[in-house]
């Protein structure tokens, strides 16, 4: 998805960066590709999840803030399809992943709303005030805040050698913020399978109990 | 930035939070905070908790490893305080930093992916 007129630019939110590199290695990208193991896009913008975007103008004006956004998908990219997969899955797992996933099946919807921007800038129906932007984006109540403080702590000792110690400040994150789960599943990816089952409970039982439309949220668009 | 004392120099306040310590209060660009008078002890050091308290920073405090992080200004306010771009420079996969100040003139769809 690059029409013409907007710049594409990803960035990994990816503690351990190795972890995001053969992604990156698989498809050459042509646009700027970077990388944020400290995670400062969520702080800045309050991405909760992945794939999260914001719209930047020409003047460095944000008239988008961060929502879900998937790229439609390309053709030959079957793999991509995991609901024969799904489907064969114990009905509880199916319903959760069903409900988790129903609002990415927008990415045509997006798609469009990018091209109209590319062709028609501030006059596009998509583009928002600077009131809007700022209304859309995340209230950032103090336990948000102090999720953000825990988070890092558990970033700094995860990459001190301290792994172990690292959990309760994750854990701490996600429970004082539990619907950013770029904390948990951050979290998660870097568990070491040789722990066992370190947080409380499965992903998908953690989704369950937040709450399954708080994954992707619905696109506001 | 995570610190491993509280009683801090303006400067490393600075470098921690982005916030400027002046006569006026704590400031960033042209956003100024008072600030409650601020005992300074002999090496020029004063205590981060009230400077972070008078911003809406929450603390978190790792006791084992005698560590602390300073988090964003929180409470009854959102993510984003104007829809300006913040200066932000991010590391490419080759490693060489990427400014993105330097795409202003262009649309940008900024896009978080992630191998998780």
Redesign the interface.
């Known amino acids: 998805m690059s029409p013409a007129?907007?710049?594409?630019?990803?960035?990994?939110?990816?503690t351990d960066?190795e972890?995001?590199?053969?992604?990156?290695d698989a498809a050459p990208a042509t646009h700027?590709?970077?990388?944020?193991p400290a995670h400062?896009?969520?702080?800045?913008?309050?991405?909760t999840n992945?794939?999260?975007?914001?719209?930047?103008?020409?003047?460095?004006?944000?008239?988008r803030?961060?929502e879900v956004?998937f790229a439609p998908r390309a053709v030959g990219d079957e793999q991509r399809d995991q609901s024969s997969y799904v489907a064969q899955l114990p009905e509880r797992m199916r319903t959760i992943i069903e409900g988790m996933t129903a609002n990415i099946g927008d990415t045509d919807r997006y798609a469009a709303a990018?091209r109209d921007?590319?062709e028609h800038?501030a006059e596009s129906p998509y583009v928002l005030s600077?009131a809007e932007?700022?209304?859309r984006?995340?209230?950032?109540?103090?336990?948000?805040?102090?999720?953000?403080?825990?988070f890092?702590?558990g970033q700094?000792?995860h990459r001190s050698g301290?792994p172990l110690?690292a959990v309760a400040?994750f854990a701490?994150a996600h429970r004082l913020d539990p619907t950013n789960w770029?904390y948990h599943?951050?979290a998660?990816?870097l568990v070491d399978p040789d722990w066992g089952q370190i947080y409380e409970r499965d992903m998908l039982s953690e989704v369950e109990a937040v709450g399954i439309d708080t994954f992707y949220p619905a696109l506001d668009m | 930035?995570?610190l491993d004392r509280l009683d801090v120099t303006a400067e490393e306040f600075e470098r921690a939070t982005g916030w400027k310590l002046e006569q006026r209060g704590a400031c960033q660009g042209d956003v100024c905070v008072p600030l409650p008078k601020l005992e300074v002890d002999a090496d020029g050091r004063i205590d981060a908790t009230v400077v972070a308290t008078s911003l809406?920073?929450?603390?978190?405090?790792?006791e084992?490893?005698g560590?602390?992080?300073?988090?964003?200004?929180?409470?009854?306010?959102?993510?984003?305080?104007?829809?300006?771009?913040?200066a932000?420079v991010?590391?490419?996969?080759d490693g060489n930093d990427?400014d993105?100040?330097t795409?202003?003139?262009?649309?940008?769809?900024?896009?978080?992916?992630?191998?998780?």
């Open positions: 007129g907007v710049e594409i630019v990803t960035v990994a939110l990816d960066v972890a995001a590199r053969p992604f990156h700027p590709s970077l990388v944020d400062e896009l969520v702080a800045h913008f309050g991405m992945a794939p999260f975007a914001i719209w930047i103008d020409e003047d460095g004006t944000i008239v803030p961060a956004a990018v921007w590319a800038g600077e932007v700022i209304e984006s995340r209230p950032r109540p103090v336990e948000f805040g102090l999720a953000a403080a825990h890092e702590l700094h000792l301290f110690d400040h701490e770029s599943r951050e998660l990816s | 930035m995570v809406g920073m929450p603390i978190a405090h790792d084992a490893h560590i602390w992080a300073l988090g964003p200004r929180s409470g009854d306010r959102r993510v984003l305080d104007s829809a300006q771009m913040p932000l991010l590391p490419a996969f990427f993105l100040a795409l202003r003139g262009r649309k940008v769809v900024l896009v978080a992916w992630s191998s998780w």
